[in-house]
């Protein structure tokens, strides 16, 4: 790959933009189109172009945990936000529930555990090919 000077001094900031525009999409999406995984997406892809620009050490160097961890930790936070249905309610696993009379539910840590799950392996897929680093 060609080193461009544009490309790296580019690459923090359209990583935090991204960041940005994934968590918009992601709390938006639970009354509008969108939510966890198409915020996923778009987070993944401010790390990919990250990772293009400044080697895949520098994106796991950010990223501070294995890419794997990070889906890891998405997938118990998903499936934790079933169980106050399950064990409180006695309903359906995955049936959200709300605080009375506050925006608050179950909904958004289950958007926010996709959310991770997808960036997680999103990059554990993409960043093995980025660069000449061995993993």
């Known amino acids: 790959m060609q080193d461009s000077l544009i490309l790296r001094a580019s690459a923090r900031y359209v990583l935090w933009a991204c960041l940005a525009l994934s968590v918009f999409v992601l709390l938006r999406g639970h009354n509008e189109p969108g939510g966890g995984f198409i915020g996923g997406l778009i987070g993944a892809l401010g790390f990919v ?14 990223l501070r945990l294995d890419p794997l961890a990070w889906a890891g930790i998405g997938l118990l936070l998903a ?21 009375e009379g506050l ?21 554990a897929f993409v960043l093995p090919f980025v660069g000449d680093e061995a993993t």
Do not use: C, K, M, N
Request: hydrophobic share 60%.
């Open 103 to 123: 925006p608050i539910g179950t909904a958004i840590p289950f958007d926010i555990g996709v959310y991770l799950v997808v960036v997680g392996f999103a990059l």
């Open 49 to 62: 172009f990250h990772a293009i620009a400044l080697g895949p050490a520098a994106t796991r160097r950010v």
């Open 79 to 99: 499936a934790a936000s079933g169980l106050p249905a399950l064990l409180v309610h006695a309903e359906p696993l995955l049936t959200h529930q709300w605080l």
